[in-house]
């Protein structure tokens, strides 16, 4: 059974960091892009960064560019999400998934076949 478990959440000020982390079990995801989405009270979940399966390729929401930055463990079967210069408009419950089939990285949520119970992020000013 594949199985996606985030960590890493917490309070924290505004200009601070929190390093999120991805743990996946159940099967290998060497081929496959991985991706990290959040959603805040009332708001649809949105896009927040992505990588290629093999870790060369990224991509970014514009409102995080320059301040978050993902990487991948293959080896380890886990990814991860360092948020750095933290604002309270990124508080919102974070969310990895697997796009099983594709190794490119992409925005598009309905891509992503497996998804985390989520961690909640709270960044307060």
């Known amino acids: 059974q594949v199985q996606l478990v985030e960590s890493g959440g917490g309070l924290v000020q505004a200009g601070g960091s929190l390093r999120l982390s991805c743990a996946a079990s159940?099967?290998?995801?060497?081929?496959?892009?991985m991706g990290w989405f959040r959603q805040a009270p009332g708001k649809e979940r949105e896009f927040v960064a992505a990588i290629s399966a093999a870790g060369g390729v990224t991509s970014y929401a514009d409102s995080v560019k320059g301040r978050f930055t993902i990487s991948r463990d293959n080896a380890k079967n886990t990814a991860h999400l360092q948020m750095n210069s933290l604002k309270p408009e990124d508080t919102a419950v974070y969310y990895c998934a697997v796009n099983n089939l594709h190794p490119s990285p992409t925005g598009i949520a309905g891509r992503y076949d497996y998804w985390g119970q989520g961690t909640q992020v709270t960044v307060s000013s």
């Open positions: 159940g099967r290998t995801f060497r081929g496959s892009a």
